[in-house]
T-cell receptor, first 114, second 116 residues
Framework: KAGVTQTPRYLIKTRGQQVTLSCSPI?????VSWYQQTPGQGLQFLFE???????NKGNFPGRFSGRQFSNSRSEMNVSTLELGDSALYLC?????????????FGPGTRLTVT | AQKVTQAQTEISVVEKEDVTLDCVYE???????LFWYKQPPSGELVFLIR??????QNEISGRYSWNFQKSTSSFNFTITASQVVDSAVYFC?????????????FGSGTQLTVLP
């Protein structure tokens, strides 16, 4: 079974621009979560989608948004990029929503904002 | 609020040594789940183990073992006979089952370096 895939793997953007990252979950998985990883703040939860509905949201500004499609693929968008948005963005999928289900992570998208 | 503390920022051992990574968690929920993930230099978080709050039975899987103690809110991870390929950042994480905050709360990670 193929793992979680994320595209692109690397991205360089300029402050003020917007960016869209994509995540394809493991086949059959319906829950997708997004995390931001930075050296200063560590791993922080952004949001979770299940069956095209946002189920949970972390403490991030409204510039961060996401969506999920009927095939469970998910995208996250960051508008008006700031230097502090430079991070590794990790997507994770699980077979269902709920605390008992382990999440499987993709390789991440490394975003650099200049 | 939930919190996970990994007090060891970096650990360095020589190959074949045993190493224990510490994890202490805080939560008021009685039902919760604990996880360990490994992050090699490639960046992908690799799932290692999940434990629920009602199962304090310790587990051994090959060279890996986990010691879960509710009395001290700890979920420690031991690698026996470490190998160079074990070099990675290891994260302990907590997930509660109630309310809306059911996402993973991660510790800050422990960088393990295994020297040949």
């Amino acid at each position: 079974k193929a793992g979680v895939t994320q595209t692109p793997r690397y991205l360089i953007k300029t402050r003020g621009q917007q960016v869209t990252l994509s995540c394809s979950p493991i086949s059959g998985h319906r829950s997708v979560s997004w995390y931001q990883q930075t050296p200063g703040q560590g791993l922080q939860f952004l949001f979770e989608y299940f069956s095209e509905t946002q189920r949970n949201k972390g403490n991030f500004p409204g510039r961060f948004s996401g969506r999920q499609f009927s095939n469970s693929r998910s995208e996250m968008n960051v508008s008006t990029l700031e230097l502090g948005d430079s991070a590794l963005y990790l997507c994770a999928s699980s077979s269902a929503t709920g605390s008992s289900y382990e999440q499987y992570f993709g390789p991440g998208t490394r975003l650099t904002v200049t | 609020a939930q919190k996970v503390t990994q007090a060891q920022t970096e650990i360095s051992v020589v190959e074949k040594e045993d190493v224990t990574l510490d994890c202490v968690y805080e939560t008021r929920d009685t039902t919760y789940y604990l996880f360990w993930y490994k992050q090699p230099p490639s960046g992908e978080l690799v799932f290692l183990i999940r434990r629920n709050s009602f199962d304090e039975q310790n587990e051994i899987s090959g060279r890996y073992s986990w010691n879960f103690q509710k009395s001290t809110s700890s979920f420690n991870f031991t690698i026996t006979a470490s190998q160079v390929v074990d070099s990675a950042v290891y994260f302990c994480a907590l997930k509660i089952s109630s309310g809306s905050a059911r996402q993973l709360t991660f510790g800050s990670g422990t960088q393990l370096t295994v020297l040949p």
